[in-house]
């Protein structure tokens, strides 16, 4: 039952990256606050800030870069994991193919990723609060336990 424990530690980690990247958020909202007080530049009268050096903006971006440097190790990493707890006996072209079904996988999240361009479009597509590249690793940590479970 050891084998289990990766794969439910990731599924738990993709699950709270939600609430880490909250804390994330929370923290550059702090910072840009205390920034704005102690800040020697001010805007000019009359003028505002541009929409892309706000908060909300900012926010936006740090959730879709935190997914963007993720997705190929988590992907990646669970599918060696996967292949690993696959058994001794399984043909080799069984794993082959189970190889390259997660390198696609990884392929099609990574493109789908930078194809939705703009942050705010790309967080647009959540699914009970999770981003597709969290759920996508999470329901592969699923698949890793149900293979360690049959064998």
Do not use: C
Not at 19 to 33: D, E, N, P, Y
Not at 85 to 108: E, F, M, N, Q
Not at 115 to 120: C, H, K, T, V, W
Not at 125 to 145: C, D, E, P, Q, T
Request: charged share 15%; net charge positive; proline share 6%.
């Amino acid at each position: 039952m050891k084998e289990l424990i990766p794969f439910i530690a990731a599924g738990v980690m993709f699950l709270m990256s939600p609430i880490l990247t909250r804390r994330a958020k929370v923290f550059i909202r702090s910072w840009i606050s205390s920034e704005k007080g102690s800040s020697q530049v001010s805007p000019s009268p009359g003028t505002t800030t541009p929409y892309y050096l706000s908060p909300a903006h900012i926010e936006d971006y740090v959730e879709f870069a935190t997914d963007a440097v993720q997705v190929a190790p988590a992907i990646t990493l669970t599918g060696v994991g996967i292949i690993l707890a696959l058994p001794d006996h399984l043909a080799t072209w069984i794993a082959a193919a189970i190889t390259v079904g997660i390198s696609l996988l990884l392929i099609l999240a990574d493109t789908g990723m930078y194809l939705s361009a703009r942050p705010q479009k790309y967080l647009r597509r959540k699914v009970l609060g999770l981003s597709y590249v969290a759920l996508g690793g999470f329901f592969l940590n699923v698949i890793g336990v149900v293979i360690v479970l049959l064998q």
